[in-house]
């Protein structure tokens, strides 16, 4: 589906992906930097606002 995806040019699916990348990346930042894991959207830009103002 992903490899689809690309190949029809719908921009939407690669906004998506992209988003869960940066999302992704954010997480493991967060871990590394206070050990906790965030379980929303909410608490993760909390932690983000809080460690990286």
Same mark, same amino acid.
């Given at each position: 589906?992903?490899?689809?995806?690309? %190949? /029809? !040019? /719908? @921009?939407?699916?690669?906004? &998506?992906?992209?988003?869960?990348?940066?999302?992704? $990346?954010?997480? $493991? $930042? $967060?871990? /590394?930097? &206070?050990?906790?894991? @965030?379980?929303?959207?909410? !608490?993760?830009? %909390?932690?983000? /606002? %809080? !460690?990286? @103002?």
């Amino acid at each position: 589906m992903g490899r689809q995806g690309v %190949r /029809r !040019e /719908r @921009p939407q699916y690669r906004v &998506t992906l992209y988003y869960k990348a940066l999302v992704a $990346i954010s997480d $493991i $930042i $967060i871990y /590394r930097k &206070t050990g906790l894991v @965030p379980s929303n959207h909410s !608490e993760r830009f %909390r932690l983000m /606002r %809080r !460690e990286y @103002p």
